[in-house]
């Protein structure tokens, strides 16, 4: 329960329902987040000192004041961290965007040569909107040359839409009955750009699905 205390505090966006079902849909939607980095949000990720990226005057940041590897950047002030669907799964952003999209972002990640950065993704508070970590990864070029997500949605519909007109994603025939696959075919070899939906909780009408995505740039 403590550890809600400061996600909710810092920034997650309002979620607003009826009587006293609010607090148990909100810790649905929230409590995926708190494996970002394996860990709770705290605003330092592992191996950052407390307040150690933070930028005192709430400006945004610049390219040459982005967080090291290891330090977690988190602007002061109330900032939701809700983003739409549609924009969060774009290839046209920046390292400073997602800076100042974002109230808290990890940038201890890396898969060479890319550099990573992780943020806390909640699109809303509907069946269809997901909860959990959106990673950007960055070229040399500053240049998101991939997209990760892990976390959970009630409804995937409305996120297999946009990636079918979007990304060319297809569905893919699986053997396993609770695994629902799609991704964008290649010639060769397995695909680079897919959708697992695994139906993990049936019964959860907000986390009926784990979800895991992988997004490479469109060539």
Sequence with gaps: ??????????????????????????KQRIVPLLS???????????????????????????????????????????????????EALRFDVTPAWVMERWPWVSAGLSELPLAGYRVPLLTGASEDDLAGSLTYYFNARQQVARITFQGTT??????????????????????DPALFRYEVPVSKGPAQSYLDLRLDRPKDPYRRFDVTLVIERPE
């Design 1 to 26: 329960m403590w550890l809600l205390v400061p996600v909710l505090a810092v920034g997650l966006p309002p979620l607003i329902y009826n009587g006293g079902t609010w607090w148990t849909r909100a």
């Design 36 to 86: 970002l980095n394996g860990g709770s949000i705290s605003g330092v990720g592992p191996g950052a000192s407390a307040g150690s990226a933070s930028k005192a005057d709430g400006s945004s940041p610049s390219a040459a004041s982005l967080p090291a590897p290891g330090e977690t950047w988190a602007p002061p002030g109330d900032r939701t961290a809700q983003v739409g669907l549609a």
């Design 154 to 175: 009630g409804d995937a519909r409305k996120l297999i839409r946009l990636l079918m007109s979007r990304y060319g994603f297809g569905r893919r025939i699986m053997n």
